[in-house]
């Protein structure tokens, strides 16, 4: 008798609990982001490491994205133009990047698994994201802010 008293209270508290559950899907990135992409060779090295950076216009779509390094009077173009494709999770992994032929330093070249932090604005929409890689001791970074749409 009291196995039934125990599992139909087990019962009770499984179908209640399962209403109480909600997994949301993470919040798309979809849209044109200004920003830096910025690359620090020797990361964690004595000396500092060299670092280099480049604005960029990031745009996210559902699966994939584009990066176009712009060059600017006071900086020159260091990096490559590029598409691939993404994967968001609690990380984000950036594969299959292309450069479409351009000649780059392909440590430069964003690629793999990614940590990201969003800032989430007034309107409770992404405002600005920063993604940050190390490995070994090469540190990828992008700083970047949504533009209005």
């Known amino acids: 008798m ?7 209270l087990a019962v009770v508290i499984m179908a209640g609990c399962a209403e109480d559950i909600v997994v949301e899907p993470p919040q798309s990135l979809r849209g044109v982001y200004d920003g830096e992409y910025i690359v620090t060779r020797d990361f964690g090295s004595s000396g500092g490491g060299t670092t280099v950076s480049q604005w960029v216009i990031w745009t996210f779509s559902d699966q994939k994205f584009w990066m176009e390094a712009t060059k600017t009077d006071q900086r020159p173009k260091v990096f490559c133009n590029m598409s691939g494709n993404y994967k968001l999770e609690t990380n984000i992994t950036l594969t299959d990047p292309n450069t479409g032929g351009e000649q780059c330093d392909p440590r ?3 690629d793999g698994i990614f940590g990201l932090r969003r800032t989430i604005g007034a309107d409770n929409q992404i405002d600005s994201l920063y993604l940050e890689q190390i ?4 540190k990828k970074e992008l700083r970047l802010k949504k533009k209005p749409q």
């Not at 009291?2 to 139909?8: G, H, P, Q, V, Y």
């Open 108 to 110: 430069d070249v964003p």
């Open 135 to 138: 490995e070994g001791t090469m």
């Open 2 to 8: 009291a196995r039934l008293f125990w599992l139909a």
